[in-house]
């Protein structure tokens, strides 16, 4: 009766003369974590940034509806003061929309920064795996020729 050859000793023997190095995987991973915690820093710097803007955008349009919110003595006083208002706020729009510009153009320059450091990174990352892979494949493919 013929006997089965036992396939798991032979891919056992087989994966034993390809070691694995996951060396590689784990400088992928520090480096995605590294990349992930900077662009975080940038998302909630804009966002504290941007808060403040608002903060202050909300105060102000607040401190010129309690000034047109006064009791006149003229009712063209009314109309003055709406005018006021209304040029006043046009005004605080532009200011703040500008700003909020400027925070969005510092992100767009960060991560684009960051993401190309991270490209060069990880192509250095790639490069050195991609030589000790094949080194320790050159390793092993002459010690099983060897035996």
């Known amino acids: 009766m013929t006997k089965t050859p036992d396939m798991t000793a032979m891919f056992k023997d087989v994966m034993g003369s390809f070691p694995v190095d996951t060396s590689a995987m784990e400088g992928s ?29 909300t105060k102000d349009t607040l401190n010129k509806l ?6 006149k003595q003229e ?7 709406m005018t006021e208002f209304a040029s006043a706020s046009a005004e605080s729009a532009a200011e703040h ?33 991609v030589k000790k892979a094949s080194d320790d494949v050159q390793n092993a493919t002459k010690k099983a020729t060897a035996k």
């Open 66 to 71: 309690a000034e047109i919110s006064k009791a």
């Open 29 to 57: 991973f520090k480096t995605a974590a590294t990349l992930n915690e900077k662009l975080s820093g940038v998302a909630i710097d804009a966002a504290e940034k941007s808060a403040d803007i608002s903060a202050k955008w």
């Open 75 to 81: 009712p063209a006083d009314y109309a003055k003061a």
């Open 97 to 129: 929309m500008a700003a909020f510009a400027e925070i969005a153009k510092k992100v767009q320059m960060d991560t684009v920064e960051l993401m190309m450091n991270a490209g060069k990174d990880m192509q250095d990352d790639a490069a050195k795996a």
